[in-house]
């Protein structure tokens, strides 16, 4: 089955430590996104991507870091620079040919030891 | 800049009972709505979307939303809420269809729906 798969599902940082949260999509999307999730604070977009090698900030990107090598995968690092990194992650996806529905991973959950 | 407001943070309902959520969205032009529903650790589905034409937008699961430009408006309802309805649920806006070159999605806050017995 099709689909976009978010892994670790939960993960641990200690301070001044990168993490990198894995999103691979085989839906042949073109465009990817990264999304922050705070309670009460909706979903912030930190990157976004529409070809391969090619990238741009969103609304929160300091403290992260993303790379798309390759069409099906999206990794964000988040780095020590994020003071606070605690959150939901969801990355979504969508075939800029149909423009119409985002696909999304079932998150990751990353918190600070 | 677009924005959006969702000023319930949390709905209590009973099952069987009527639900409607509100959102209202700051665009200057014709805004592209969607509604999305976020069950607990998930990611977040699609319910339904407005584009342009017929105001009245049915959606799964029996929903169904009315955009109304005068009150820079897109609520959510459903006639009669199941249990299973109980989650987050989510509005958006974008200025083009999601995944044009350089267009992105911004959310609200989100109204959490509780389901009472």
């Known amino acids: 089955d099709g689909g976009i798969t978010q892994s670790p599902k939960y993960l641990f940082r200690k301070e001044g430590q990168n993490v990198t949260l894995s999103c691979e999509q085989n839906?042949?999307?073109?465009?990817m996104y990264w999304y922050r999730q705070d309670p009460g604070q909706g979903l912030r977009l930190i990157y976004y991507?529409?070809?391969?090698?090619?990238?741009q900030k969103g609304d929160i990107a300091e403290g992260y870091s993303v790379s798309r090598e390759k069409k099906e995968s999206f990794p964000l690092t988040v780095t020590s620079a994020q003071k606070n990194p605690t959150a939901f992650y969801l990355c979504?996806?969508?075939?800029?040919?149909?423009?119409?529905?985002?696909?999304f991973g079932s998150g990751t959950q990353l918190s600070v030891l | 800049a677009q924005s959006v407001t969702q000023p319930d943070i949390h709905i209590t309902v009973s099952e069987g009972a009527s639900l409607e959520l509100r959102c209202n969205y700051s665009?200057?032009?014709?805004?592209?709505l969607f509604w999305y529903v976020q069950s607990p650790g998930q990611g977040l589905q699609l319910l339904l979307k407005?584009?342009?034409?017929?105001?009245l937008v049915q959606g799964i699961k029996g929903f169904e939303a009315e955009f109304k430009r005068s009150q820079s408006s897109f609520n959510l309802r459903k006639p009669s809420v199941h249990w299973s309805d109980a989650a987050e649920y989510f509005c958006?806006?974008?200025?083009?269809?999601?995944?044009?070159?350089?267009?992105?999605?911004?959310f609200g806050g989100g109204t959490r729906v509780l389901v009472k017995p």
């Open positions: 979504a996806s969508i075939r800029t040919s149909e423009g119409e529905k985002l696909f």
């Open positions: 665009y200057g032009a014709t805004p592209y």
């Open positions: 958006a806006v974008g200025a083009s269809p999601p995944g044009a070159a350089g267009n992105k999605l911004t």
């Open positions: 839906l042949n999307h073109d465009a």
């Open positions: 407005y584009f342009s034409g017929d105001t």
């Open positions: 991507s529409h070809i391969v090698n090619d990238f």
